[in-house]
Structures are given as C-alpha cells and as structure tokens.
C-alpha cells in the first residue's frame, strides 16, 4: 500500500503564503498517476482544490485559480500545493490523495477517482 504524508500546514495572516508538501512513498519516475489535493473545514464536506496527471495537465477550485498552484517533483517523489494570498475561507485540514496506474489521463476534484489519501494537515488563516 502507498503511503502518502502531508507537512507545511501551519497559522499564517490573511494574505500570507504557504507552502504544503505531500511525500508519496512510492517511485513516481516509474509510474503515471493522479495526484490532488483535498480540503475540509469543520461542519463542511470535503472539497477537491488541485490535480495534477503525470504529463502535466491540471485543474483547480474556481475559488483558488491565480492563488494556488499545484506541482510535482517527480524526483522527490513529492507533491507541492504553493497558496498565495491565503484567505480566512482557506481555512481547513488539508489532504493529498492519489491514484496510480491510470487507463485514462486526467485531472480530477472528484474523491471518487483516488485511491490512496493521506491524514492531513492543518491550515489556519487569520483575519
């Protein structure tokens, strides 16, 4: 089973910058994939923020689009989520979800085309 894990959440001001990484436990030069990134505030339902497919194509939240950006480093085996301009609404535990071995390349918020998710980490923007 591939592990996933999340690190880089954190408190920040409105306006402020983070960046999250999630550390995939597998070899990603050796396999295509789906990675996104997820997010739940409290008494809210899982939202899809960012995807990303192994030759690059991308989507994104509406509400995130020219503020986040999603990236790999197939290297390092790892995920980026780089957020600009951090609203109080960005507020959320933050997830990492994958799917390998794809019979079809694309992008996806949907949680339903993800195999593997991480536990999440913690992001909190102040007013």
């Known amino acids: 089973q591939v592990k996933l894990m999340e690190s880089g959440g954190g408190s920040v001001q409105a306006a402020g910058s983070l960046t999250l990484s999630c550390l995939v436990d597998?070899?990603?030069?050796?396999?295509?994939?789906?990675l996104g990134w997820f997010r739940q505030a409290p008494g809210k339902e899982r939202e899809g923020v960012a995807s990303?497919?192994?030759?690059?194509?991308?989507t994104y939240l509406e509400s995130v689009k020219g503020r986040f950006t999603a990236y790999v480093d197939d290297a390092k085996n790892t995920l980026y989520l780089q957020m600009n301009v951090l609203e109080p609404g960005d507020t959320a535990m933050y997830y990492c979800?994958?799917?390998?071995?794809?019979?079809?390349?694309?992008?996806?918020?949907?949680?339903?085309?993800?195999?593997?998710w991480g536990q999440g980490t913690q992001v909190t923007v102040s007013s």
């Open positions: 979800a994958a799917k390998f071995n794809l019979d079809v390349w694309f992008p996806s918020l949907s949680a339903g085309d993800y195999m593997v």
């Open positions: 990303v497919v192994r030759d690059g194509s991308k």
């Open positions: 597998w070899d990603l030069t050796t396999i295509n994939y789906r």
